[in-house]
């Protein structure tokens, strides 16, 4: 003996395949079992207020995809939150009864169940037959009952989006007091740095550099000499970017086009890209593009992501170069064909101290990990934001947004 049709539905919504295949076999499943030609099932989109339909049986040139606040069966069944029947085919006799739902056109029979848990309608089932169709009181019951179960999977689904989305809210602010502890430790390290190491520092650089500049090239020393004053240099840079990113640099603002500051920082990598067999792909807009810029700081977002990309091409390369005008917003698109990101890490290459240049055992155990971060609040002070496309074994792009200025390029100063 097979299945009821209760025990069909049940079986269906409670499988592991996704809500859209869920719905997509129980409206068949209805269709086929209660003699309908026809079987729609929507849902309610709070955000669009409309019923959008999520699920159907039949000729798709029948269907009608969605009914506004108001239209149609769809909206009369779920404030009554009582399932409605229509038996004529006729449009102009619907509407002189006051129903108005081009769905009903074609069709001798139309039941309209809605999908509530008794207070809130999530969306309506719509089942039309084009002979004269009604349903024992059995089949009413069992359609009643599986009603019931689609209703209890479209709220499950929906509350365990919420569920999720609360979870990747958590994570985010858990994230982000992980990196403020960071940034604590560190400035607390950085005035410490400032005395103890940076200044020593300052002073064996000046000596090496001295020395060098006494010595013979051809000395057996100059190489030793030549490594002490590579190393500061190293160490210097290390704690230039420990500094960039605990101090609160007063950002002071003025309009400027994006571009001339593109063409500005380009000039100083253009031999470090031909060094390095790296050709570099300009696509800059045609017309000025005006941003609120700290063009001082603005340079050190661009700088730390064409230096990354420069140095993710070790056997050369293509480094692109583009911006646009998009609504309000000046996007400056920074990309390379170096292999992009391990998808593992890319949710953490924003983090402090993260790297991906590659370490003996692991990425995150090389270089400072400081560049992108830094970019990142320079970005974020100037209230923009950054979006990241990255195709892992082919190469990453960065996307600057910036606030279009509002003054069509007027000269404006503020400090904040």
């Given at each position: 003996?097979g299945?009821?049709?209760?025990t069909?539905?049940?079986?269906?919504?409670?499988?592991e395949?996704s809500?859209?295949?869920?719905?997509?076999?129980?409206?068949r499943?209805?269709a086929?079992?209660?003699?309908?030609?026809?079987?729609?099932?929507?849902?309610?989109?709070?955000?669009?207020?409309?019923?959008?339909?999520?699920?159907h049986a039949?000729?798709?040139?029948?269907?009608?995809?969605?009914?506004?606040?108001?239209?149609?069966l769809a909206?009369?069944?779920?404030?009554?939150?009582?399932?409605?029947?229509?038996?004529?085919p006729?449009?102009e006799?619907?509407?002189?009864?006051?129903?108005?739902?081009d769905?009903?056109?074609?069709?001798r029979?139309?039941l309209?169940?809605?999908?509530?848990?008794?207070?809130?309608?999530?969306?309506?089932?719509?089942?039309?037959s084009?002979?004269?169709?009604?349903?024992?009181p059995?089949?009413k019951?069992?359609?009643?009952?599986?009603?019931k179960q689609?209703?209890?999977?479209?709220?499950?689904n929906?509350?365990y989006m919420?569920?999720?989305?609360?979870?990747?809210?958590?994570?985010?602010?858990?994230?982000?007091?992980?990196?403020?502890?960071?940034?604590?430790?560190?400035?607390?390290?950085?005035?410490?740095?400032?005395?103890?190491?940076?200044?020593?520092?300052?002073s064996?650089?000046?000596?090496?550099?001295?020395?060098r500049k006494?010595?013979?090239?051809?000395s057996?020393?100059?190489?030793?000499?030549?490594?002490?004053?590579s190393?500061?240099?190293?160490l210097?840079?290390?704690?230039?970017?420990?500094?960039?990113?605990?101090?609160?640099?007063?950002?002071c603002l003025c309009?400027?086009?994006?571009?001339e500051v593109?063409?500005?920082?380009?000039?100083l990598?253009?031999?470090?890209?031909?060094?390095?067999?790296?050709?570099?792909?300009?696509?800059?807009?045609?017309?000025?593009?005006?941003?609120?810029?700290d063009k001082?700081?603005?340079?050190?977002?661009?700088d730390?992501?064409i230096?990354?990309?420069?140095?993710?091409?070790?056997?050369?390369?293509?480094?692109?170069?583009?911006?646009r005008?998009?609504?309000?917003w000046?996007?400056v698109e920074?990309g390379?064909?170096?292999g992009?990101?391990?998808?593992?890490?890319?949710?953490?290459i924003?983090?402090?101290?993260?790297?991906t240049?590659?370490?003996?055992?692991?990425?995150?155990?090389?270089?400072t990990g400081l560049g992108?971060p830094?970019t990142?609040?320079?970005?974020?002070?100037?209230?923009?934001?950054?979006d990241i496309?990255?195709?892992?074994?082919?190469g990453?792009?960065?996307?600057?947004?910036?606030?279009?200025?509002?003054?069509?390029?007027?000269?404006?100063?503020?400090?904040?």
């Open positions: 003996m299945k009821d049709l209760v069909q539905i049940i079986d269906i919504t409670t499988s395949a809500l859209g295949d869920r719905l997509a076999k129980s409206a499943l209805l086929r079992e209660l003699g309908m030609d026809d079987c729609t099932i929507y849902r309610w989109n709070e955000q669009e207020r409309r019923f959008m339909a999520t699920a039949g000729k798709r040139s029948e269907l009608v995809v969605s009914y506004n606040d108001g239209e149609g909206c009369s069944t779920a404030n009554s939150l009582r399932p409605s029947k229509i038996y004529t006729k449009l006799t619907n509407r002189a009864r006051g129903i108005s739902d769905g009903l056109i074609g069709f029979s139309t309209v169940y809605p999908l509530t848990d008794g207070r809130s309608c999530f969306g309506v089932i719509y089942l039309k084009r002979t004269k169709t009604t349903l024992t059995a089949r019951r069992q359609l009643t009952t599986s009603s689609i209703t209890y999977t479209i709220k499950s929906i509350n919420r569920l999720r989305s609360a979870y990747n809210e958590f994570r985010t602010v858990q994230k982000r007091l992980v990196n403020a502890e960071k940034l604590m430790t560190l400035g607390e390290l950085s005035a410490t740095l400032a005395h103890e190491i940076k200044n020593p520092l300052l064996i650089g000046g000596y090496a550099k001295a020395l006494n010595t013979e090239k051809n057996k020393n100059a190489p030793y000499i030549d490594q002490i004053c190393q500061v240099k190293r210097e840079a290390i704690i230039d970017d420990i500094f960039n990113y605990t101090e609160e640099r007063p950002l309009s400027g086009d994006v571009n593109i063409r500005s920082e380009m000039r990598f253009k031999d470090r890209c031909y060094a390095n067999k790296i050709k570099i792909k300009e696509r800059l807009a045609k017309a000025p593009l005006h941003a609120q810029l001082d700081q603005i340079k050190i977002a661009f730390n992501l230096a990354n990309a420069i140095q993710s091409m070790k056997d050369g390369g293509e480094l692109t170069i583009a911006t005008k998009l609504k309000d000046i996007v920074i390379d064909n170096g992009g990101v391990d998808p593992r890490y890319l949710s953490d924003f983090d402090p101290f993260f790297t240049k590659k370490g003996k055992d692991r990425p995150g155990t090389a270089g992108l830094i990142n609040k320079i970005v974020t002070r100037h209230r923009g934001m950054i496309k990255n195709n892992y074994g082919q990453i792009t960065f996307a600057i947004r910036l606030p279009s200025a509002k003054d069509g390029g007027q000269p404006k100063t503020a400090c904040r």
